[in-house]
């Protein structure tokens, strides 16, 4: 089941089409329906209002102008944390090539 400020892939016709964040999901006037405020994260970004029912913000397919539409909730990775002794290993292989690691956070603390 979506719920508000998820970000959902739209497919169309079972290819990808646009990701959007659902920013609302109200009652429709039928039962068991809700009108569902997208804001479609492309460019120029739009807001639209779909009429939708749980099903179709469960996954289910539904159709369009005739186009077969579904919504798919995107999960973020788990972030994977590196191996120490990789880590380490890759430093001291940057380090003897000469190489400079620098620190996006020692630039923000040096204004640089």
């Known amino acids: 089941m979506l719920f ?7 497919y169309v016709e079972d290819k990808p089409l646009t990701f959007a964040r659902i920013e609302e999901i109200g009652p429709d006037f039928k039962p068991e329906w809700f009108q569902v405020k997208l804001l479609i994260l492309q460019l120029p970004v739009k807001i639209v209002t779909w009429i939708l029912n749980d099903i179709y913000l469960s996954g289910g397919d539904f159709t369009m102008d005739g186009k077969k539409i579904r919504l798919e909730k995107i999960v973020a990775p788990k972030e994977l944390k590196p191996d120490k002794n990789k880590t380490d290993d890759k430093k001291e292989q940057k380090k003897s090539k000469g190489a400079e690691i620098i620190s996006f956070e020692n630039l923000k603390k040096n204004g640089g």
């Open 4 to 10: 508000e400020q998820d970000i959902v892939i739209i």
